[in-house]
């Protein structure tokens, strides 16, 4: 089987394949009408699409029917990659995230440990076997930076909640800069694999970019969808990896974070 993969940042390409698989449902009638009002195409509100409660799941069905993957990047930072080559990426697991949190601030007071622990408890029920991919890497670096800085938000958190209330207290986040390489996983993330809603708000992203077009009427919008996956990713979907040089930092004042880990035990062996 073919694989299509959407990928967000190449705008021309997914709005020239749009009459690939929507030519039936965005009809001349349509467009017209659209060039006509010249209404603003915004993806969160889709009555200026004729018809949108039909219209607005029939395009959906057809893009994620027409497309077999998403591209998405993971934000980390491992001390090894080999374990997402051999075994994919795990969903979010709050005892292994323990364990390594456990073993880092083993010298902080078992009281500040399990405080952070259990202000985090609902926040890793909701979110447990979740895993966060970015639509666009170059996105990631400029406004999502901290995944690559720090690795897992949820151990970055644990970390913040330890020092509430300590303001002249160490940043115990900070320790996590001194653990494993920062990385970029670039995924191939199965349709199957996206949940229903994500793929219909992507839907209506696309469907605002083509209405613009149509109604020649820019809204100079910038935003990437993510995607967030309650499933392992098989490693075949990982393509590949690399190490950014430079990551815009917003917990520091320094403005950005320079990376002096460029390569790893896998980038050595290409």
């Not at 500040?112 to 985090?120: C, P």
């Not at 820019?218 to 499933?231: D, F, G, N």
Request: charged share 25%; hydrophobic share 35%; net charge positive.
């Amino acid at each position: 089987m073919t694989e299509r993969v959407l990928d967000w940042r190449n705008r021309r390409a997914w709005l020239r394949a749009i009459p690939r698989y929507a030519s039936l449902i965005l009809t001349p009638h349509v467009r017209k009408r659209l060039e006509h009002a010249r209404p603003d195409c915004w993806s969160d509100v889709m009555d200026w699409l004729p018809n949108h409660e039909e219209l607005v799941p029939a395009f959906c069905e057809a893009l994620w029917g027409y497309y077999t993957h998403a591209k998405g990047f993971h934000g980390c930072r491992p001390e090894s990659l080999s374990s997402y080559f051999e075994s994919g990426l795990k969903g979010q697991a709050v005892e292994r995230i323990l364990t390594k949190f456990h073993k880092i601030y083993a010298d902080v007071p078992s009281e500040l440990r399990q405080r952070a622990i259990e202000r985090m408890h609902q926040r890793g029920i909701s979110e447990r076997g979740c895993t966060w991919l970015s639509s666009d890497d170059r996105k990631m670096i400029e406004q999502h930076g901290h995944y690559i800085i720090h690795g897992s938000e949820y151990l970055m958190a644990l970390a913040a909640r330890m020092s509430d209330g300590e303001r002249w207290g160490e940043d115990y986040r900070l320790r996590l800069r001194q653990i494993g390489i920062p990385t970029i996983l670039e995924v191939n993330i199965p349709v199957a694999l996206i949940p229903d809603a994500q793929k219909r708000e992507v839907g209506k992203m696309i469907l605002s970019e083509w209405g613009q077009l149509r109604a020649r009427k820019p809204l100079r919008m910038s935003s990437a969808p993510c995607y967030v996956v309650k499933h392992d990713i098989p490693a075949e979907c990982i393509k590949t990896h690399y190490h950014p040089a430079q990551i815009i930092d917003f917990h520091t004042d320094l403005g950005a974070y320079v990376n002096k880990s460029l390569t790893c035990e896998l980038c050595r062996q290409v």
